[in-house]
């Protein structure tokens, strides 16, 4: 079964719109969890790391007030983007490093499809 | 130049045939690799990892060149269910930051 949770799955909403992207860990602890995301035919790129308790450290190009990004437990991060724009719409997935899978380097959620009008 | 760089493909292949695909990544510190697969609109999808040594799992050989900076996986006898993209990933650093590349889409037809 899923061991990492992404909520919501799709999110269609007006620009300007703040839009909030929960990623849970089920049945681990994860210090650090990694946001990406992901255009039509492209790969993904990482946006930023998110570290438990502490500031998440992004990517370059990758704007921080524009993408805010919570930490507070060690089974939930969350990103928020921020009055969202048509350009933001994208597919956007998170993914957590449980350290007792030393043969899993990362457990991805299901993915958010957000798309902006 | 991009950290890691696959042939997009798309190959189109018939069923039972031997496939090949291509990866070289730019970083001579990167310490672990991967092939993942990702099916349309679907989260990526660990299928396996590749080691120094080589490494087979049923019907798939991944193989790594550390030299030439260059990773292999070889699916043998195609299944439709094959169908997919498969991206070559890159673990940089200890930071277990995954870099992927853009993918090389397989599509196996009857």
């Known amino acids: 079964g899923a061991v990492v949770s992404q909520h919501p799955s799709w999110v269609i909403c007006k620009s300007g719109t703040s839009v909030k992207i929960e990623c849970r860990s089920l049945?681990?602890?994860?210090?650090?969890m990694f946001w990406y995301r992901q255009f039509p035919k492209q790969s993904l790129m990482l946006m930023a790391t998110?570290?438990?308790?502490?500031?998440?450290?992004?990517e370059q190009g990758v704007e921080k007030d524009k993408f805010l990004i919570n930490h507070a437990s060690l089974t939930l991060s969350t990103l928020t983007v921020t009055s969202a724009h048509p350009e933001d719409s994208s597919f956007y997935i998170c993914s957590a490093r449980n350290a007792g899978h030393v043969d899993q380097p990362q457990h991805f959620g299901d993915g958010t499809r957000l798309s902006i009008l | 130049r991009k950290e890691v760089e696959q042939d997009p493909g798309p190959f189109n292949v018939p069923e039972g045939a031997t496939v090949a695909f291509n990866c070289t990544y730019s970083?001579?510190?990167?310490?672990?690799f991967f092939w993942y697969r990702q099916d349309c609109r679907k989260e990526p999808k660990l299928l396996m990892s590749v080691y120094s040594s080589g490494n087979e799992d049923g019907r798939f050989t991944a193989q790594l060149n550390r030299a030439s900076q260059y990773i292999s996986l070889l699916i043998r006898d195609s299944k439709l269910s094959d169908s997919a993209t498969y991206l070559c990933v890159v673990n940089a650093d200890s930071s277990y930051k995954l870099i992927f590349g853009s993918g090389t889409r397989l599509l196996v037809r009857p």
């Open positions: 049945d681990f602890q994860a210090t650090t």
């Open positions: 998110s570290n438990e308790g502490s500031k998440a450290t992004y």
């Open positions: 970083n001579s510190a990167s310490q672990s």
